[in-house]
Structure formats: C-alpha cells, structure tokens
C-alpha cells in the first residue's frame, strides 16, 4: 500500500509540474504574425484598385502605405480570425507596405513589396510635312507643261504628216 501511494504521490507532483510549465511556456511565447496579398501586381496604364488582404493579429487597426503615404483610415482586423482587407487606387509604379497598430510595431508584415503600371505608350513617329500644298502645286504644273508637250507633239506630228 505504502508502495502505491508513493507512486500515486510522484505521479501528481509530476502533473502539477508538467501543467505548471505548459502554462507559463504558453504566456511568454507568444507569437504575432501578419502576412497580406495583393489583388493584382500588375496593372494597365492609368492604373486601378487593387485590394490588399491578409491576416494580422485579432482586434487592431492595419496601416497599408502606398509609396510611405498611409491610406486612410485603417483597415482594422478581425477580432476572431485576424483577416483584413482594404482597396487602395494606385495610378502609377508603387511601393506597397503594411504595418499594425501601435501593439504590434515590432510585428513586421510580409507580402508582395510592388505594383507595376504600364506606362503610356510613346506616341508615333511623324512622317511628311504638315503642309503639302506647295507639293501639290508643283505637281499639277508638271502635270499641265506634260500634257501640253504632249499635245504639242502630236499637233506638230499630225502637221508634218499631211505635208
């Protein structure tokens, strides 16, 4: 008997051991993540929405920054799930970055980094001249001295025929 209680006595010291570690582990160990994707990295000239969304620690607000501009007001997480979601308009080539509330500075979001913009397009090159009239004029002269030769040609032909 002595024997079974001596076991049953270091296997509830152990218990209590083993539960006290676990609690106190899971309080100083606790670890924030927060990670977003973008709705398109790539957009046509002029630019778009696009809609950043991720998932960051529950119940805080989300800062998305376009090129160091915060885009206000904030996206504010979940408070079960964590997720966040937010529209931004972008016109041209941006930096995109996301960081949290004052609670989570030190939590640093990792997601794509660009949205690219395809820039307008360079306008053709130009060929000719913006005023062809003189081209005309001395085109039509040529015309009329040819068919005037050629009349001439005939008519003296036609004279020296008949002789």
């Known amino acids: 008997m002595r024997r079974l209680m001596a076991i049953v006595g270091i296997a ?8 006290g570690a676990a609690t106190a582990g899971a309080q100083t160990t606790a670890v924030f993540t927060c990670s977003y994707e973008l709705s398109a990295t790539q957009l046509a000239q002029g ?10 620690p529950a ?10 501009v915060d885009q206000l007001p ?6 079960v799930t964590g997720a966040f979601s937010k529209q931004v308009n972008i016109t041209t080539t ?17 997601g794509p980094a660009s949205v690219s913009v395809e820039a307008a397009a360079a ?10 009239k003189p081209f005309v004029l ?21 004279t020296h025929g008949r002789v």
């Open 12 to 19: 509830a010291i152990g218990a209590v051991l083993v539960a």
């Open 94 to 110: 941006s930096t995109i970055q996301v960081t949290l509330g004052a609670n989570y500075v030190t939590t640093v979001c990792t």
């Open 74 to 79: 904030p996206a504010h997480s979940d408070s």
């Open 59 to 68: 119940d805080t607000d989300v800062h998305v920054l376009v090129n160091g």
């Open 123 to 132: 306008a053709l090159p130009r060929t000719g001249s913006n005023d062809t």
């Open 138 to 158: 001395i085109g039509g002269t040529i015309l009329v001295v040819g068919i005037a030769l050629v009349f001439a040609a005939r008519r003296r032909e036609h």
């Open 47 to 56: 630019g778009g929405l696009v809609t950043v969304s991720g998932i960051a």
